[in-house]
């Protein structure tokens, strides 16, 4: 298996790919590639399509199927083509050529400074460079670990419950996806995640809610995608001496 390595993240996979798994940048050979197999698998299902219908129809009946079939071909193919614009023929594009090359100097300039913070703690310089240039860091491999780590800071500092942090803190705890993005667990250490899921659920427990119930809650509040309705979940907030946790 002939594998490459992602301009952005570093990480090696499988050439065949049309993106990366671990940050999600497009790997231009790979979906070509996958472009091409798409278009043989309809020519290849036409082929067949004529070796069936020969047994059945005249030569003149068959030639005239074939040509609208492969005309129908060409406009799937294109279709498609069209479909994957965004992801193949962009790099053609002068404007995303432009901003890919802003992006890719900008993370040159500052990967030091952003590294350094993560490690320090320091979220508020991180969430600076985020507006300075929000496409580069949300590739930045630590970005996942960032999100759920500055979120866990704000709700274990609440001193108040109401339904919106409610909400927060059942994400955190069930659905962490909603602070990382898609895929994003994949690069956040599952121990410190666990720590820091298990502190909210005891900051919850003390409040009055035992770990089923929270999950009951989840399971009547959540959608199939798993996103919370806030208008459902109000009537199970636990408002304790004056509001506080």
């Known amino acids: 298996m002939s594998t490459?390595?992602?301009?952005?993240?570093?990480?090696s996979f499988d050439s065949k790919r049309s993106r990366c798994p671990y940050c999600g940048t497009m790997n231009k050979r790979g979906a070509y590639a996958e472009f091409r197999m798409k278009i043989s698998s309809v020519i290849?299902?036409?082929?067949?399509?004529k070796e069936n219908v020969q047994r059945s129809v005249s030569r003149t009946i068959l030639?005239?199927?074939?040509?609208?079939?492969?005309?129908?071909?060409?406009?799937i193919g294109l279709a498609f083509a069209f479909s994957r614009t965004a992801q193949v023929n962009y790099y053609n594009d002068p404007e995303y050529d432009q901003k890919a090359y802003e992006e890719i100097t900008w993370m040159d300039e500052n990967l030091e400074k952003l590294n350094e913070a993560y490690e320090n703690g320091d979220y508020k310089t991180i969430e600076t460079l985020y507006y300075q240039q929000s496409g580069a860091v949300r590739n930045w491999v630590h970005y996942p670990s960032y999100t759920l780590k500055s979120a866990f800071e704000k709700?274990?500092?609440?001193?108040?419950?109401?339904?919106?942090?409610?909400?927060?803190?059942m994400h955190f705890i069930f659905q962490p996806e909603y602070y990382t993005g898609y895929n994003g667990m994949s690069r956040v250490d599952e121990s410190e995640y666990a720590a820091m899921r298990d502190t909210l659920i005891s900051k919850l427990e003390?409040?009055?809610?035992t770990f089923s119930e929270l999950e009951e809650i989840y399971a009547k509040c959540a959608n199939s995608s798993g996103f919370l309705n806030i208008n459902l979940?109000?009537?199970?907030?636990?408002?304790?001496?004056?509001?506080?946790l």
């Open 4 to 11: 490459v390595k992602c301009k952005n993240c570093g990480a």
């Open 44 to 49: 290849d299902s036409m082929l067949g399509l």
């Open 63 to 75: 030639s005239s199927l074939l040509r609208s079939l492969i005309f129908i071909a060409v406009i």
């Open 155 to 169: 709700l274990e500092g609440e001193e108040r419950l109401d339904v919106y942090r409610f909400e927060q803190m």
């Open 206 to 209: 003390d409040h009055g809610y």
């Open 233 to 244: 979940l109000e009537e199970y907030v636990k408002e304790g001496e004056n509001g506080k």
